[in-house]
């Protein structure tokens, strides 16, 4: 099949340095100090634009994120996606409630342009309270993507050879690491690539993610957007990862050839998918939406960390890899996790590997 368009951005301080500043308007927070301005990005007629970003906010202050599209040559208003800060108590992190319109809507973490966009633009607002001191933007990076229909196999399944597997030094269930964990799929996973990061960097940052009441204490109050009212949305698992310190983001792969180039280089990978029962064998029960971690690949399998087991001695699974393919393909398009420290060698930008 044609895939559909794809294409990956990340800006880093030095970039951002560069952007124009303009002063806040009217309908802006009233605690905005400045605005800046993303490039006008080309978007080749996406469906869906995802940001994310890594922000150092100090206390009583924090960004926010919007998002606008160019569809026939005519801007739509700009979006809000996030207000977002690293504050452990006293947050200001949420999503926005529904925002639609004849040029769009938001669906909590992604923007939705009515047609197919020829441009996106990014503006975050930086934030403060009265004497705090200001935040800064130290990343942002936008996935663009075509639609895709749902139910329907995407791209070429290249099943990857030769096998492998990460070690990760902490399995942690959903269910069984901590009581009222039945939503918490997204902190699960992400513990477990964190601890996956301390063991190999040694970073104190990441010391207290080798205990499974990380997640409870942590992860899962850190990464929870009461506008959503859980803690599945995307692009605050992946801001609170850069927030200590990890580059961090969520894009879009095609095949499961590009995933295992990522855990070849020696990083996990988090993965959104759904199934129903028997569409993936050995995965518990059914969900309509979920998220495990990706380790490696063996013998036409991918091995997964699968924070849903109720098992402890069966948290590490193999899933058939057609299977697992069609089901995260068909459920999220193929929405990953990316989270590794800053400088951390990747695959080769341009070999459609989430990056442009």
Known sequence: MTPFPHAFVRYDA????????????????????????????????????????????????WVEIQLRARS??????????????SAPAGSRRTSFPSQRDDDG????????????????????????????????????????????????????NDVPTPNSQLLIPSYYSQYLSFPGGEGWCSPTSLAMALAYWRER???????????????????????????????????????????????AYVTRMHSLGQVARWTEAGVPVVCSLAWQPGELDGAPGATAGHLNLIVGFEEGHVLVAEPASRDMGQILRRYRADQLYDCWQRSSGGAVYLLHPPGHPRPAPGSGDGWA
Not at 72 to 85: H, I, P, V
Not at 114 to 124: H, K, L, S
């Open 14 to 61: 030095e970039a951002i340095a560069g952007w124009p500043r303009e002063a806040p308007r009217p309908d802006d927070d009233p605690q905005a100090r400045v605005a800046l301005l993303g490039p006008e990005l080309a978007a080749g007629g996406a469906a869906e634009a995802i940001p994310s970003w890594g922000a150092d906010t100090p206390p009583g202050s």
């Open 72 to 85: 026939a040559g005519r801007w739509s208003r700009f979006y809000r996606l996030a207000a977002w800060d």
């Open 105 to 156: 809507r938001v669906a909590t973490d992604t923007l939705l342009p009515a047609a197919p966009a020829d441009a996106i633009q990014a503006r975050v607002l930086l934030c403060a309270a009265p004497g705090a001191d200001m935040p800064e933007l130290e990343s942002l990076a936008l996935c663009l993507t075509g639609g895709w229909e749902l139910g329907v196999g995407g791209w070429e």
């Open 201 to 247: 960097t040694g970073d104190d940052r990441l010391a207290p993610f080798g205990d499974a009441s990380c997640v409870p204490d942590l992860v899962a109050p850190m990464v929870f957007d009461p506008e959503w009212e859980g803690t599945g949305n995307w692009i605050f698992n992946t801001a609170y990862a850069a927030s200590l310190g990890l580059t």
